[in-house]
């Protein structure tokens, strides 16, 4: 199985500040396809994952253009700014290039 | 409107069966794979399986393939998982998901004597 490796486990920020969370996985997450199908969900706390960006970098509909991410192969990040309080949850990255599709452990973003 | 609504949760003894069901509602459930993920409490997310539009491909972990089955209605808009064989492990919120973009909001199982 393809083994994602999130860093940090817990992220504390102020409001308003800029994060950016790291997602790397254990093998190329590049498809035959030519796409490379790494995610990105915001979990908060009492409610089910949302789909934040798709595909590395292409915001799913209603994501705030804060929100952005970037990467490619083995190496992707999330980055937050003008973080606001609805921003606070666990955010967790997909690969779905490879079965089984694998999770990240989860970063937990947390007001300082 | 997009939503998909998981029921059929409860406590089960180990070993025993369970079928969960997932309505969908609010687009075309016969266009699109739908799929289940599954959280045990206070940790992190597990791809279950998937399945197509006509059922005909059907993917799922290995480690639960011997377990679990993943099906669905099309006439119904609804999507199952049978599971068998339930053991503590077992225990978790259990979503379903079209494309793993649109989710529910999750039924818990509970393995236990």
């Known amino acids: 199985d393809v083994l994602m490796t999130q860093t940090p486990v817990s992220l504390p920020v102020s409001l308003g500040g800029q994060v950016s969370i790291s997602c790397r996985s254990s093998?190329?997450?590049?498809?035959?396809?030519?796409?490379?199908?790494l995610h990105w969900y915001l979990q908060k706390p009492g409610q089910s994952p949302q789909l934040l960006i798709y595909?590395?970098?292409n915001r799913f509909s209603g994501v705030p253009d804060r929100f952005s991410g970037s990467g490619s192969g083995t190496d992707f990040t999330l980055k937050i700014s003008r973080v606001e309080p609805e921003d606070l949850g666990v955010y967790y990255c997909?690969?779905?290039?490879?079965?089984?599709?694998?999770f990240g452990a989860g970063t937990k973003l947390e007001l300082k | 409107e997009v939503k998909l609504v998981e029921s059929g949760g409860g406590l089960v003894q180990p070993g025993r069966s369970l079928k969960l069901s997932c309505a969908a509602s609010?687009?075309?459930?016969?266009?699109?794979?739908m799929g289940w993920v599954r959280q045990a409490p206070g940790k992190g997310l597990e791809w279950i399986g998937e399945?197509?539009?006509?059922?005909?491909?059907?993917n799922y972990t290995p480690s639960l393939k011997d377990k679990f089955t993943i099906s669905r209605d099309n006439a119904q808009n609804t999507l199952y998982l049978q599971m068998s064989k339930l053991g503590s492990e077992d225990t978790a919120i259990y979503y379903c998901?079209?494309?793993?973009?649109?989710w529910g909001q999750g039924v818990m199982v509970t393995v236990s004597s």
């Open positions: 595909r590395v970098s």
């Open positions: 609010g687009f075309s459930f016969n266009d699109y794979w």
């Open positions: 399945i197509n539009q006509d059922s005909s491909t059907i």
């Open positions: 998901a079209r494309e793993l973009s649109y």
């Open positions: 997909l690969q779905s290039t490879h079965f089984p599709y694998t």
């Open positions: 093998q190329s997450l590049v498809h035959s396809d030519g796409n490379t199908y």
